[in-house]
C-alpha cells in the first residue's frame, strides 16, 4: 500500500502557494518578450492569457474535487482519458516545469549577481531544496512571506509608475503594429506566469477537506493574480510604451527610471529576486509531488514514491529534482527555458481541460469552459515561437516513444 501524506493545507495556505507559484519572476520577465511579439497589443495577449487560464483553472478546481490526490492532471488525465494520457500530462508537466525551476533560478541569479548567474541559480536550488525537505508546511510559510515582500514591491512600481511625470495613457491604445500571430505568441509567453495556480491541485493530497478547499483556493489565487498583472502591466506600458517595454530585459526596473525614481532600481531588482524564490520553491514543491504520482504507477523509478518518516513529504522525488534542476540552471539559457515551459504545461493544461470535459455527459458549463480552455491551450501552444514548439513537440515524442517501449505499468493500490 502506497504511504500517504499529511493534509496540513487550509484555503489561505493554498492560496498562497498558488499566489506564489504565479506573482513571481514571470511577471518581471515575461513582459518584455511578450511586448516585442505583440506590440501594442500586448494587454489584448494578457487578457487571452488570462482568459485561457480561467479556464484551466476551473477544469482543474472540478478535477481536484473528484481526485484529492499528489499529481493533478496525471492523476485526472489517467482517471478519465486512460493510461497513456495521464502518463503523457505527467511527462509534460515534469519536463516543462524542470525548465520553469530553471527559469527562476537563473531570474535570481541574474538580479543577484549577473556576472556568476548560474552558480547563483543552482545556490538557489540547493537552498529551496532543504526547504521543502523540511516539509510542506514550511514552504507553505516561507511563501507567505515571499508573497508579501513581492506584493509590497509590485505596488510601489504601480503607484511610482502611475504618479509619475512619464505616464501617458495614449500608449495603452492598440496600434496597427499589433497582429493576431503576434497576440498569440504573447499570450503564449505571458501564459507562463499564470500557470501556477494548477501548485494547488498537485498538492491535492496536503490540502485539508480538498472537496471544498481547492475550488475555492484555485480562483481566488488566480483572480488576484490577474488584478495584479493587469495593474503592473498598464503601468509599465504607459510609461515605457510598446517599443521600449519590448526592448527591455528588466522591463520594471526600466520603467521606474523612466519615471524618475532612480532609488527604486534596487527595490525591484530585490523583489525580482524574493520573486523567482517564490515561484522556484512552489514549482520545485509541484514537480515533486508529480514525480511521486508517476512513481507510484511504475512510470519512474518506484525509489522516488518514497515518503520521508518524519517530514510526511517525497524526499527521494524532492531530492531528484533538485539535482535534475541545478543541472539545467548551470547550463540553460533563460529565454529559451520560457518558451519551453511554456508548450509542455499548455499541453499538460490541454488534457486537463480534455480531462474535464468528460466529467459530465451534456452539454453544460463545465463542458463550454473545458472545450474553451481546450483549444485555448493548443492555440497558444502552437503560436509560440519556432524552436519553442519544435523542442517541446520532440521532448513529448521522445516521452511517448518510452512510454511504448515500457508498457503501462499497473498502480501499486
Known amino acids: 500500500m502506497a504511504q500517504t501524506l499529511r493534509r496540513s493545507l487550509g484555503v489561505f495556505d493554498a492560496v498562497v502557494i498558488g499566489l506564489g507559484s504565479m506573482v513571481g519572476a514571470g511577471i518581471f520577465a515575461a513582459l518584455g518578450p511578450a511586448a516585442g511579439a505583440a506590440g501594442t497589443g500586448l494587454l489584448v ?36 482519458l486512460g493510461p497513456f494520457w495521464g502518463y503523457l500530462a505527467g511527462w509534460a508537466f515534469v519536463v516543462g516545469k524542470t525548465a520553469s525551476c530553471a527559469a527562476m533560478a537563473l531570474t535570481v541569479g541574474s538580479y543577484v549577481w549577473p556576472g556568476q548567474a548560474h552558480a547563483v541559480a543552482v545556490a ?55 497582429s493576431v500571430g503576434g497576440v498569440l505568441q504573447a499570450g503564449g509567453l505571458l501564459f507562463f506566469a499564470f500557470a501556477g495556480y494548477a501548485r494547488i491541485a498537485t498538492l491535492g493530497e496536503e490540502v485539508k477537506d480538498p472537496e471544498r478547499t481547492i475550488p475555492r483556493a484555485i480562483p481566488l489565487a488566480l483572480g488576484i493574480a490577474l488584478v495584479v498583472y493587469v ?24 520603467a521606474v527610471r523612466a519615471a524618475g525614481v532612480d532609488w527604486m532600481g534596487p527595490v525591484v531588482r530585490v523583489g525580482a529576486a524574493v520573486a523567482a524564490l517564490g515561484s522556484l520553491l512552489a ?47 548551470a547550463t540553460a539559457d533563460l529565454r529559451g527555458a520560457i518558451g519551453f515551459s511554456s508548450f509542455g504545461v499548455l499541453v499538460y493544461y490541454a488534457i486537463a481541460n480534455a480531462s474535464a470535459w468528460t466529467l459530465v455527459s451534456k452539454l453544460s458549463s463545465v463542458r ?37 517501449v515500457r508498457g503501462a505499468p499497473g498502480r501499486d493500490d
Open 368 to 404: 463550454l469552459l473545458a472545450a474553451g480552455g481546450l483549444v485555448g491551450c493548443l492555440t497558444l501552444a502552437f503560436s509560440l515561437p519556432l524552436a519553442s514548439v519544435l523542442a517541446g513537440a520532440a521532448v513529448l515524442a521522445a516521452g511517448a516513444v518510452l512510454y511504448a
Open 124 to 178: 538557489a536550488v540547493v537552498a529551496l531544496t532543504a526547504v521543502n525537505y523540511g516539509g510542506v508546511q514550511k514552504s507553505a510559510l516561507t511563501t507567505r512571506l515571499i508573497v508579501a515582500v513581492v506584493l509590497a514591491v509590485l505596488a510601489a512600481v504601480v503607484v511610482s509608475s502611475l504618479g509619475s511625470g512619464a505616464v501617458d495613457f495614449g500608449r495603452l491604445e492598440v496600434g496597427g503594429d499589433a
Open 231 to 254: 495593474c503592473v502591466a498598464v503601468s509599465v506600458l504607459s510609461v515605457l510604451g510598446a517599443r521600449a517595454l519590448g526592448e527591455s530585459a528588466a522591463p520594471l526596473a526600466d
Open 45 to 80: 495577449g494578457l487578457a487571452l492569457a488570462g482568459a485561457v487560464a480561467y479556464c484551466n483553472a476551473m477544469a482543474s478546481a472540478r478535477l481536484a474535487a473528484c481526485y484529492p490526490a499528489s499529481g493533478g492532471t496525471y492523476v485526472y488525465g489517467r482517471e478519465r
Open 283 to 329: 514549482l520545485i514543491l509541484g514537480v515533486s509531488r508529480t514525480t511521486l504520482a508517476m512513481a507510484r504507477d511504475g512510470h519512474l523509478p518506484r525509489t522516488l514514491a518514497a515518503v520521508h518518516p518524519r517530514f510526511q513529504v517525497p524526499h527521494h522525488a524532492e531530492l531528484a529534482v533538485g539535482v535534475v534542476v541545478a543541472v539545467v540552471a
